[in-house]
């Protein structure tokens, strides 16, 4: 996977979520204090039937009746924590929190959504943590509205370069957050991703600026992992870790390396047991690609018979393949039969 594009995941996962999450915010009015009938009502009303049983999910029954059927299967039990002075605990569990509900917009009514976490938290919590978990959420989808707004602009520009662009967001995204959010809540919720969008967007400079040689790029790269966060620097070594090893590998190989040299390759990047399981995996590989071979050429044997049908070709093909591979293979091998009726 090139740097763009592994970079382009990391910046764009969050900018995403925006809007999918958060797509009925952008037309809502402000509903944090929703009168908490009108949404019963409305929970009454509801067209699709839903079978989600609360108590199983959020630990209590809701008012607000069974849950969204995205919720199938998910757990949201005693969330919220407080910490040794029996304040509330902010981090990115409330933020959880506030998304899981919130990514049931689409289902439900938002007045209902928003009443659910008022629920949920008074469930949860009492007094002072209560009164600032509300006073959070508030702020909250006041600034996820925002964020609509913004991701709809941006998606709207045509202005300036994709790296530009990005920072631009990025800037924005900040801002916003500063203005609707405490710097405490804004760190707890949005910290490690900020650095993380940061130490992306600054290497991804670095990888596109023209300017600089091989080896003031490695340089400059080396630089920026000096100042980074060390668990940030060695988090993106391990994803990025199957496209080095694969990349020093080929080197290798063309080069000639014995079996003996890539392997010691692959203990030095992964260790021992990993280096065992990618063995395994090239004897599967190995095994299946000659399974292959041997199929797409007894296949070409009958495309070659003389004096059989089209018919009788597609039927004496198909029993082959049902001879040698299971349920789940004939789908891989078709895409190679397709790929063998390409080049003929």
Do not use: C
């Amino acid at each position: 996977m090139s740097l763009k594009k592994t970079s382009f995941m990391a910046l764009g996962l969050g900018i995403l979520a925006v809007g999918i999450v958060y797509i009925a915010l952008s037309s809502s009015p402000s509903v944090i204090d929703n009168d908490t009938t009108q949404a019963k009502e409305l929970a009454t009303t509801k067209k699709n039937p839903q079978q989600v049983s609360s108590i199983k999910v959020l630990g209590y029954q809701s008012e607000y009746g069974p849950l969204p059927n995205s919720l199938q299967g998910t757990i949201l039990q005693k969330s919220v924590l407080l910490d040794e002075q029996g304040n509330l605990f902010i981090s990115q569990d409330l933020m959880r929190i506030f998304n899981f509900f919130l990514s049931t917009s689409q289902e439900e009514a938002l007045e209902i959504v928003i009443a659910r976490i008022q629920e949920y938290l008074a469930h949860y919590l009492q007094g002072e943590p209560l009164s600032e978990a509300l006073v959070i959420l508030d702020q909250y989808i006041d600034m996820k509205k925002a964020m609509v707004e913004l991701e709809q602009s941006h998606a709207n520009s045509q202005d300036g370069s994709y790296l530009s662009k990005m920072e631009n967001i990025l800037n924005s995204r900040s801002a916003i957050r500063e203005q609707y959010l405490s710097l405490e809540v804004a760190q707890a919720f949005y910290g490690r991703q900020d650095q993380l969008d940061q130490y992306t967007l600054s290497r991804m400079k670095v990888a596109a600026d023209n300017t600089l040689n091989s080896a003031q790029k490695a340089a400059a790269l080396e630089e920026i992992n000096a100042h980074a966060p060390a668990d940030l620097v060695a988090s993106r070594a391990e994803t990025q870790l199957p496209d080095t090893l694969r990349e020093q590998t080929s080197a290798l190989m063309e080069e000639g390396a014995s079996e003996a040299d890539i392997r010691a390759l692959r203990v030095e990047l992964v260790g021992e047991e990993a280096t065992q399981r990618f063995e395994t995996l090239d004897q599967e590989r190995a095994q299946w690609q000659s399974r292959v071979d041997s199929f797409l050429k007894q296949r070409q044997d009958i495309l070659n018979s003389q004096g059989i049908t089209q018919q009788q070709q597609s039927e004496q093909i198909s029993l082959l393949r049902d001879e040698q591979f299971d349920s789940r293979e004939k789908i891989r091998i078709k895409a190679y039969e397709r790929s063998a009726n390409n080049v003929r």
